[in-house]
């Protein structure tokens, strides 16, 4: 019993009754207190919600009548029929009234929310859109619009409930001297709005309310439109948003205000506090079915675990137990697709992978050891292979002193310019040189050339000063040189050019080696062009090429990238050009990288 205690399956017990439980319990009776500070929230703030969506609503059937009343505001046409000066029997009265019904018309249809819109001058002559036309003189209730012409800024008109009409009116001035012209009123479909207000409903009885600044209800559910505001609640004047009071059937109830149409309203959201409490009843008994329910499932997965979880661990704990003494060889056998039946396979993958990095580490060691037997050797051939060459540095320097004794310059120049070429072959410590040093390595192999032809090839070479400390691989110039003398010239047998230049191309370098000779055909320059581009960096070029365009462009690639190389390309008037491209590549001395 004791052993089956300290068992995992134990522990998993204790802690699903006491972390469940426990807080199960504690929580639910600490949010049975909180239940209604909580719903209180949620509420208010789900109401506050319905009510900023409602102040939208209202606030864009004011800005409708703002936009169009602004527009007649400004339309100099328009403030003609406003005019006192302009007489009433004038043909810039009539147009211009045609003009306005057209116009007010057809903003009553593209806006549904405006029945009707009407201009009124200082002298009182009013024209609408249905068009009606009162002259300076008509009968009508001066009273009424002598208190609209009153009127100091835009605003909304008490609402007239006998016709549903809310009337929005703006100002008219004259742009030149700034003196009231007149009015424009627009009427809105007052039971649009109301419509819109009664179909609010916050939780199951709540209901919204709409007040005018001069204190009369604009809509209220069951109280008529004009009707004085009466509801016993404190001064509106208050900072909070929202408050508990009685409503005006003395029961308690949340209220929530706020302003609509642009400020010129107070809209109120009424919430029955019956409403509240029943939330909260509901919230009580969910909490009591769900303490039911979750004690069940504590003991249902209790069971599970016993059956399910505590052998396959035990199992598996024993194959762990038997590789941890070297057992390599051990498996889990478990055939689920669960949790531990993913971590069984893990486990012998993670034993199979063990054996094979065992075996892969005396592998590579093996190999590690042939490596270095190999390497050990490569470089006693390498330093072996440098004999010949160092001692035909020296046979070369000898015979050129010898020349020198005896008077032979020809045989002086040849040998210098090759003891040369060959002491440039020697300095491999670095596989960048500058373009300096590699136009005069193509200068040395031009001294010989000439002295093998007898002056049949002419080379020219130009390097700016700027470009000569530009990196480019060594052995980049002299097999170019080589191969137009051997492929564009010798076969040409009559004098020709070979010209060896640099220039600067925006941040690129641009080598060029021309030649007058034979040229090649475009479809065999175009396939030379396309067997360079088929090389890539980890392309080698066989022996049998040896350091020829194929080489130099494989070599550039590596050192600068895909972007870089030769291109071929016809010279003009004849011959053969192969441009070298390489970035601007100067700063710091020549060093491996």
């Given at each position: 019993?004791?052993?089956?205690?300290?068992?995992i399956y134990a522990r998993i017990?204790?802690?699903?009754?006491?972390?469940?439980?426990?807080?199960?319990?504690?929580?639910?009776?600490?949010?049975?207190?909180?239940?209604?500070?909580?719903?209180?929230?949620?509420?208010?703030?789900?109401?506050?919600?319905?009510?900023?969506?409602?102040?939208?609503?209202?606030?864009?059937?004011?800005?409708?009548?703002?936009?169009?009343?602004?527009?007649?505001?400004?339309?100099?046409?328009?403030?003609?029929?406003?005019?006192?000066?302009?007489?009433?029997?004038?043909?810039?009265?009539?147009?211009?009234?045609?003009?306005?019904?057209?116009?007010?018309?057809?903003?009553?249809?593209?806006?549904?929310?405006?029945?009707?819109?009407?201009?009124?001058?200082?002298?009182?002559?009013?024209?609408?859109?249905?068009?009606?036309?009162?002259p300076a003189g008509g009968n009508?209730?001066?009273?009424?619009?002598?208190?609209?012409?009153?009127?100091?800024?835009?605003?909304?008109?008490?609402?007239?409930?006998?016709?549903?009409?809310?009337?929005?009116?703006?100002?008219?001035?004259?742009?030149?001297?700034?003196?009231?012209?007149?009015?424009?009123?627009?009427?809105?479909?007052?039971?649009?709005?109301?419509?819109?207000?009664?179909?609010?409903?916050?939780?199951?009885?709540?209901?919204?309310?709409?007040?005018?600044?001069?204190?009369?209800?604009?809509?209220?559910?069951?109280?008529?439109?004009?009707?004085?505001?009466?509801?016993?609640?404190?001064?509106?004047?208050?900072?909070?948003?929202?408050?508990?009071?009685?409503?005006?059937?003395?029961?308690?109830?949340?209220?929530?205000?706020?302003?609509?149409?642009?400020?010129?309203?107070?809209?109120?959201?009424?919430?029955?506090?019956?409403?509240?409490?029943?939330?909260?009843?509901?919230?009580?008994?969910?909490?009591?079915?769900?303490?039911?329910?979750?004690?069940?499932?504590?003991?249902?997965?209790?069971?599970?675990?016993?059956?399910?979880?505590?052998?396959?661990?035990?199992?598996?704990?024993?194959?762990?137990?038997?590789?941890?003494?070297?057992?390599?060889?051990?498996?889990?056998?478990?055939?689920?697709?669960?949790?531990?039946?993913?971590?069984?396979?893990?486990?012998?993958?993670?034993?199979?992978?063990?054996?094979?990095?065992?075996?892969?580490?005396?592998?590579?060691?093996?190999?590690?050891?042939?490596?270095?037997?190999?390497?050990?050797?490569?470089?006693?051939?390498?330093?072996?292979?440098?004999?010949?060459?160092?001692?035909?540095?020296?046979?070369?320097?000898?015979?050129?002193?010898?020349?020198?004794?005896?008077?032979?310059?020809?045989?002086?120049?040849?040998?210098?310019?090759?003891?040369?070429?060959?002491?440039?072959?020697?300095?491999?410590?670095t596989p960048l040189a500058t373009?300096?040093?590699?136009?005069?390595?193509?200068?040395?192999?031009?001294?010989?050339?000439?002295?093998?032809?007898?002056?049949?090839?002419?080379?020219?070479?130009?390097?700016?000063?700027?470009?000569?400390?530009?990196?480019?691989?060594?052995?980049?110039?002299?097999?170019?040189?080589?191969?137009?003398?051997?492929?564009?010239?010798?076969?040409?047998?009559?004098?020709?050019?070979?010209?060896?230049?640099?220039?600067?191309?925006?941040?690129?370098?641009?080598?060029?080696?021309?030649?007058?000779?034979?040229?090649?055909?475009?479809?065999?320059?175009?396939?030379?062009?396309?067997?360079?581009?088929?090389?890539?960096?980890?392309?080698?070029?066989?022996?049998?090429?040896?350091?020829?365009?194929?080489?130099?462009?494989?070599?550039?690639?590596?050192?600068?990238?895909?972007?870089?190389?030769?291109?071929?390309?016809?010279?003009?008037?004849?011959?053969?050009?192969?441009?070298?491209?390489?970035?601007?590549?100067?700063?710091?001395?020549?060093?491996?990288?």
């Open positions: 019993m004791r052993l089956g205690f300290r068992s017990l204790t802690s699903l009754l006491v972390l469940t439980l426990l807080p199960l319990f504690g929580v639910g009776f600490f949010v049975y207190l909180r239940s209604a500070t909580i719903l209180e929230s949620k509420i208010t703030d789900s109401t506050l919600q319905t009510l900023v969506q409602a102040q939208s609503r209202l606030d864009g059937f004011v800005t409708e009548a703002a936009t169009v009343a602004d527009t007649i505001a400004n339309y100099p046409d328009f403030q003609k029929l406003m005019d006192a000066s302009v007489p009433d029997e004038n043909a810039v009265i009539y147009n211009g009234t045609q003009e306005f019904v057209r116009f007010s018309k057809l903003m009553t249809l593209t806006h549904p929310d405006i029945i009707r819109i009407t201009i009124i001058g200082s002298n009182y002559r009013r024209i609408d859109s249905l068009g009606r036309y009162l009508y209730d001066v009273d009424k619009f002598r208190n609209i012409l009153e009127m100091s800024d835009a605003g909304i008109l008490p609402p007239d409930s006998e016709d549903k009409l809310l009337a929005y009116a703006q100002n008219v001035y004259n742009a030149e001297n700034g003196t009231k012209m007149g009015m424009v009123v627009v009427d809105l479909d007052l039971s649009q709005i109301q419509e819109y207000l009664r179909q609010v409903h916050p939780l199951q009885n709540g209901y919204l309310f709409l007040v005018d600044t001069a204190g009369n209800y604009v809509f209220h559910p069951s109280l008529e439109t004009g009707v004085p505001f009466r509801e016993p609640w404190p001064d509106s004047k208050q900072d909070s948003p929202y408050f508990f009071t009685n409503s005006l059937d003395g029961h308690r109830a949340l209220v929530i205000r706020g302003s609509a149409g642009e400020g010129r309203w107070s809209l109120y959201g009424v919430i029955p506090y019956s409403d509240i409490s029943s939330q909260m009843t509901d919230n009580r008994n969910a909490i009591l079915v769900a303490g039911i329910v979750l004690a069940a499932a504590i003991l249902a997965v209790a069971f599970f675990l016993r059956t399910q979880l505590v052998k396959p661990i035990r199992k598996l704990q024993a194959s762990m137990s038997l590789v941890e003494r070297g057992d390599l060889q051990q498996r889990f056998a478990y055939k689920s697709n669960d949790e531990i039946g993913k971590l069984g396979r893990s486990f012998n993958r993670m034993v199979g992978r063990i054996e094979e990095l065992i075996h892969d580490i005396f592998t590579a060691k093996t190999k590690e050891a042939h490596a270095k037997l190999l390497q050990q050797e490569a470089q006693y051939e390498a330093l072996e292979a440098r004999v010949t060459p160092h001692f035909l540095y020296n046979t070369l320097d000898a015979v050129g002193w010898l020349a020198r004794d005896r008077g032979v310059r020809e045989i002086t120049a040849v040998v210098d310019a090759l003891a040369g070429m060959l002491r440039y072959s020697l300095e491999r410590s373009l300096k040093q590699e136009f005069e390595h193509a200068s040395l192999y031009a001294d010989i050339i000439d002295f093998r032809v007898g002056g049949q090839v002419r080379f020219r070479f130009d390097l700016p000063i700027g470009l000569e400390e530009v990196r480019v691989p060594r052995f980049t110039l002299q097999p170019l040189v080589e191969n137009a003398v051997q492929h564009g010239i010798e076969p040409l047998g009559e004098e020709a050019e070979v010209v060896v230049r640099a220039y600067l191309e925006g941040d690129l370098v641009m080598i060029e080696v021309a030649d007058t000779g034979a040229g090649v055909g475009i479809r065999e320059r175009e396939e030379l062009q396309a067997r360079l581009e088929g090389l890539s960096g980890g392309t080698s070029v066989s022996s049998s090429e040896g350091i020829g365009l194929p080489n130099v462009h494989q070599r550039l690639r590596m050192n600068f990238g895909e972007d870089f190389g030769l291109t071929l390309l016809p010279n003009a008037p004849k011959g053969f050009l192969v441009r070298v491209i390489v970035p601007i590549k100067t700063n710091g001395p020549i060093s491996e990288s």
